[in-house]
């Protein structure tokens, strides 16, 4: 028997209790005989109800701050509609909830500026095929993939690339790769992780499910031509 | 707009715990006897019990009889409970309070159609009141857990576990019924 229908007998089975148990007690004229209702009740139960509107006022700020808090929330709403303030209403309420670490590589070394055009990839993962180029002049932007998982690699010609990551989830650790700065983080949970490092001329981010080992692996063996 | 409806509820509010504390004073008396030989005690257990239902009159229907008098007498039952434990005294019995005798279950109320109906009837009636009053609240009476946590003095998570505990114990017993049949 479902949930539902056990409560709905519930129901019925304490209407039948009920009755059982009316049934065993007194008539309602012996129980009034035995305890009658007087003036005295019927004068407590008055000033009690007085008693309960003594301050009405206090009824009217309630009301009046639920009317007030159904506007804002109407407006509130409203404002909602527009992308722009969604967007940044959303990235406000992130950031106040979770605690981010934000990387750039904007400071990093400045020496041996790189040039993405002549990047070449000298690994990736045993059964990943490149499935998808969406790169342009500016940027390099590969999609392999083998038969359930993904692995992104993104390139671009500047130091300049806000990388955020949330500290609940992610474990991230400073690395070297090829000489530069990096970090990798990696979600065992989830079996994901992504490896990014740069320079102020460049920055490499990939990022899929595979093992930790295998991103540094992947990581490490692009290079570009000088 | 709003100072005339707060005028007008309170009104009713008023007339309705009048009809109320009118209509089952004396039941509420009377089941408070059952657990308090003081008659003070039990006139404290009708007030309290009154002030309670004060508390929640918005969700109280006053049209089902049944329904008010299971609310009136769960309710008081609790606070003449607490007051006895409270007082620590000694429970007394009906017939020296009301000089009328507990009656047995007339037949015609035992008998039920439904056989698993029957036998959640006998299973709530073999079921302890502390999850006996929360249910019949809840279900019976259709009230909220957070007005049975008011009514019942207790905390609302306690509510939600005596309900969640009262239904299992409820199906284990009616499960073991048929088993045993």
């Given at each position: 028997m479902n949930d539902k229908k056990f409560e709905e007998l519930l129901g019925k089975a304490f209407e039948i209790e009920q009755n059982n148990e009316v049934s065993r007690e007194p008539s309602e004229e012996e129980l009034f005989e035995a305890a009658p209702f007087g003036e005295k009740q019927l004068e407590y139960v008055k000033s009690v109800c007085q008693k309960d509107k003594k301050f009405p006022w206090t009824k009217h700020v309630a009301r009046a701050a639920a009317i007030l808090l159904c506007v804002s929330l109407a407006g509130f709403g409203l404002l909602m509609i527009d992308p722009g303030i969604r967007a940044t209403v959303g990235d406000n309420i992130t950031r106040f909830v979770d605690e981010y670490i934000n990387i750039d590589?904007?400071?990093?070394?400045?020496?041996?500026?790189?040039?993405?055009?002549k990047t070449e990839i000298g690994y990736v993962p045993e059964g990943f095929e490149l499935c998808e180029d969406l790169s342009d002049d500016e940027k390099i932007s590969l999609v392999y993939a083998d038969d359930d998982n993904y692995l992104f690699i993104d390139i671009v010609s500047s130091g300049e690339i806000l990388i955020s990551y949330e500290l609940d989830e992610h474990n991230v650790t400073y690395l070297k790769i090829n000489g530069y700065d990096g970090y990798v983080t990696y979600d065992e949970v989830t079996a994901q992780g992504s490896v990014c490092w740069g320079n102020s001329s460049f920055t490499v981010v990939i990022s899929g499910f595979t093992s930790r080992n295998e991103l540094i692996k992947v990581a490490e063996s692009i290079s570009f031509t000088r | 707009m709003l100072l005339f409806e707060t005028l007008l509820s309170d009104e009713t509010k008023t007339e309705k715990a009048i009809h109320i504390y009118k209509s089952y004073y004396s039941y509420m008396i009377y089941i408070a006897g059952r657990h308090l030989s003081d008659p003070a005690d039990r006139e404290d257990a009708a007030q309290d019990c009154m002030l309670k239902l004060i508390s929640i009159i918005d969700s109280i229907d006053t049209s089902d009889e049944a329904r008010l008098k299971g609310l009136c007498g769960v309710v008081t039952r609790n606070i003449a409970k607490n007051i006895c434990k409270r007082k620590e005294k000694s429970n007394v019995s009906l017939e020296e309070i009301f000089n009328v005798e507990t009656r047995e279950p007339s037949p015609e109320n035992i008998v039920v159609a439904n056989d698993t109906l029957r036998r959640l009837v006998n299973a709530i009636e073999r079921l302890s009141p502390t999850y006996r009053d929360v249910l019949k609240l809840k279900f019976f009476n259709q009230l909220k857990e957070h007005e049975i946590a008011r009514l019942l003095d207790l905390p609302p998570k306690t509510v939600n576990q005596r309900i969640f505990r009262g239904k299992a114990l409820l199906r284990k017993s009616i499960e073991e019924e048929n088993l045993n049949e």
């Open positions: 590589f904007s400071e990093s070394s400045k020496e041996h500026p790189v040039d993405i055009s | -």
